[in-house]
């Protein structure tokens, strides 16, 4: 079973609006770390926001912000007023607390925002 | 953030030959660096786990004998891609820990490797 699922392949936005990109998760464990990427077509991955599985608030960074709902397991990323510069690959990933605190990363959301 | 490069970008070799890459951590030390593998419109695959002073932990399926990484410092991690062929062409992308932020991973600009 996939631990990170991203079920929106692509998704379009409009310049200036919000934007959600969808992330749920699968893990067992009660410590874990939530992080958001971006991949733009030059490859380098822009680490983007982080969501401890015990943080309380909602991280935020900037136009970033990350709606974490623990009891439903997903760590969705909003993007306020989108700027054309966010079209890029959206990347959600784990780190689980316990065992090899190996990385986990979903298949992408392909993000592109029109004027 | 945290910056870390990779060099080179880019690299064209013929088969046969052995690729190294390189992955520094420019501006904070790295006990823990992972190497990934990305092929088109695909996720990233990690190969492998590479430990400052030790031996580099492989995924299942990943040859260690044709991906050597040596992790000499802490600063610096090697994957050198030996006998590369043009199945090992991709795009071949490090990232380093920082423990001080909640072992959050830096990445390099990442590596475009075409074996031809």
């Known amino acids: 079973a996939q631990k990170i699922t991203q079920t929106q392949p692509g998704m379009f936005v409009q310049e200036k609006e919000a934007v959600t990109l969808d992330c749920t998760y699968d893990t067992s464990d009660q410590s874990y770390g939530l992080f958001w990427y971006k991949q733009p077509s030059s490859g380098e991955m822009i680490f983007l926001i982080y969501q401890g599985s015990y943080d309380e608030q909602n991280a935020t960074e900037g136009r970033y912000s990350l709606n974490f709902q623990k009891a439903r397991k997903s760590a969705n990323l909003v993007i306020s007023a989108s700027q054309l510069g966010d079209s890029a690959m959206y990347f959600c990933a784990m780190r689980e607390g316990g065992g090899s605190y190996i990385p986990t990363f979903g298949r992408g959301t392909s993000l592109i925002v029109h004027p | 953030g945290a910056v870390v490069s990779q060099h080179p970008s880019w690299v064209i070799c013929k088969s046969g030959t052995s690729v190294k890459i390189e992955c520094r951590s420019l501006d904070f030390q790295a006990t823990t660096m992972f190497w990934y593998r990305q092929f088109p419109k695909q996720s990233l695959m990690l190969m492998a786990t590479s430990n400052e002073g030790s031996k580099a932990t492989y995924e299942q399926g990943v040859e260690k004998d044709k991906f050597l990484i040596n992790h000499a410092s802490l600063t610096l991690s090697t994957l050198t891609v030996t006998s590369a062929h043009p199945e090992d062409s991709s795009f071949y992308i490090c990232?380093?820990?920082?423990?001080?932020?909640?072992?959050?991973?830096?990445f390099g600009p990442g590596t475009r490797l075409l074996v031809l």
């Open positions: 990232s380093a820990e920082d423990e001080s932020m909640e072992e959050t991973q830096y």
